[in-house]
């Protein structure tokens, strides 16, 4: 299957600073990228949805000012989220697709977020 | 309601045990059907797809029964190896975005 990378892995932040995550799709052009976030026993969220040189589509709830996405290209879209709060520690995993590859989505290993 | 309802379990199960999980969805437009697998702390990885004719895939076959919105995934011989959790996704709409259920937990016991 395809590759999509995740960087960093896990982070640790004081309240209030910004953290930027990169995903990454490897072996393939990914026309759309997704966001999604996953909190303890719980399932992922999709926060938004990203085309390459589009603005991101956000879904209800999640807002575009704290989350910022940019998907400059077709192997790199990343999330800031900006001003961090305890309440944003979760584990954030971006998925890409495309690149001829149908609907398949392929995830990447996922962001561990702490916020102290 | 849940767009994607399913029992969180735990089921513990001993090994060579036949396990069966049950996700029912709440939109009739719902277009296409997964299971994904999710270890602790790691990303989700397909399991396999679900279609109406039913398909099966080594020891775990899928069913989909579009009239009763409702999908199931059956494990037989269960493995240790087959501890994690287990999710049912279906997508919806022009950007076919997967939809989570909640992940059914499984744990085989030796």
């Known amino acids: 299957g395809a590759v999509v990378s995740q960087h960093p892995s896990r982070v640790i932040c004081k309240s209030g600073t910004s953290v930027k995550i990169e995903c990454r799709s490897l072996d393939f052009q990914a026309t759309t990228m997704f966001w999604y976030r996953q909190f303890p026993k719980q399932s992922l969220m999709l926060m938004a949805t990203?085309?390459?040189?589009?603005?991101?589509?956000?879904e209800q709830g999640v807002e575009k000012d704290k989350f910022l996405i940019n998907h400059a290209s077709l192997t790199l879209s990343t999330l800031t989220v900006t001003s961090a709060h305890p309440e944003d520690s979760s584990f954030y995993i971006c998925?890409?697709?495309?690149?001829?590859?149908?609907?398949?989505?392929?995830f990447g290993p996922g962001t561990r977020l702490t916020v102290l | 309601r849940k767009e994607v309802e399913q029992d969180p379990g735990p089921f513990n199960v001993p090994e060579g045990a036949t396990v069966a999980f049950n996700c029912t969805y709440s939109?009739?437009?719902?277009?296409?059907f997964f299971w994904y697998r999710q270890d602790c702390r790691k990303e989700p990885k397909l399991l396999m797809s679900?279609?109406?004719s039913g398909n099966e895939d080594g020891r775990f076959t899928a069913q989909l029964n579009r009239a009763s919105q409702y999908i199931s995934l059956l494990i037989r011989d269960s493995k240790l190896s087959d501890s994690a959790t287990y999710l049912c996704?279906?997508?919806?709409?022009?950007?076919?975005?997967?939809?989570f259920g909640s992940g059914t937990q499984l744990t085989v016991l030796p």
């Open positions: 939109n009739s437009a719902s277009q296409s």
């Open positions: 996704v279906v997508t919806l709409g022009s950007a076919r975005q997967l939809t």
């Open positions: 990203s085309n390459e040189g589009s603005k991101a589509t956000y």
């Open positions: 679900v279609y109406s």
């Open positions: 998925s890409a697709r495309g690149g001829g590859r149908g609907d398949t989505q392929y």
